[in-house]
């Protein structure tokens, strides 16, 4: 092998390590820069409450409330004595609206899906605003 071939693969092999290097370093910081979807465990979950047909809150941990805005909402959501059922299906580990499979019912076996199409944990400011009657 001469000299100026092994140079050449030399710098071959740096040049691909510094791209590599460069490449690694952007996704590390595209994953960073992107917020982690807020995530809990539906044995977590300790109430709830809606204070209209298309808006959820959820007590989780006894201290935080998430916000779900429905896709499709029910009227029956403020009917006293109405049940949310949630159907799991392997994990109960929610991070995003499709992880949900919530029903709700009258109690009287009569079930009515409704869909989640955002999951917002909320800040304690946005809890305390949250009117007492509205609250989970």
Same mark, same amino acid.
């Given at each position: ?53 298309? *808006?959820?809150?959820?007590?989780? #941990? ?5 916000? &779900? $805005? =429905? ?7 403020r009917s006293p004595g109405t049940?949310?059922?949630? *159907?799991?299906?392997?994990?109960? #580990? ?5 992880? &949900? $499979? =919530? ?8 079930e009515m899906p409704i869909r ?21």
């Amino acid at each position: 092998m001469t000299k100026l071939t092994f140079l050449a693969r030399t710098a071959a092999v740096v040049g691909f390590a510094l791209v590599s290097a460069v490449a690694g370093a952007a996704q590390a910081q595209a994953a960073a820069a992107k917020p982690r979807p807020p995530c809990f465990s539906l044995s977590d979950w300790h109430g709830w409450s809606s204070p209209s047909r298309d *808006v959820l809150y959820m007590k989780i #941990r006894n201290r935080d409330v998430y916000r &779900l $805005d =429905l896709a499709h909402g029910s009227n029956q959501l403020r009917s006293p004595g109405t049940h949310l059922v949630s *159907v799991v299906r392997g994990s109960d #580990r929610i991070c995003t609206p499709i992880d &949900l $499979d =919530l029903r709700v019912s009258d109690g009287f076996g009569i079930e009515m899906p409704i869909r989640a199409k955002t999951i917002t944990k909320l800040t304690p400011e946005e809890i305390a605003a949250i009117p007492k009657k509205d609250r989970p």
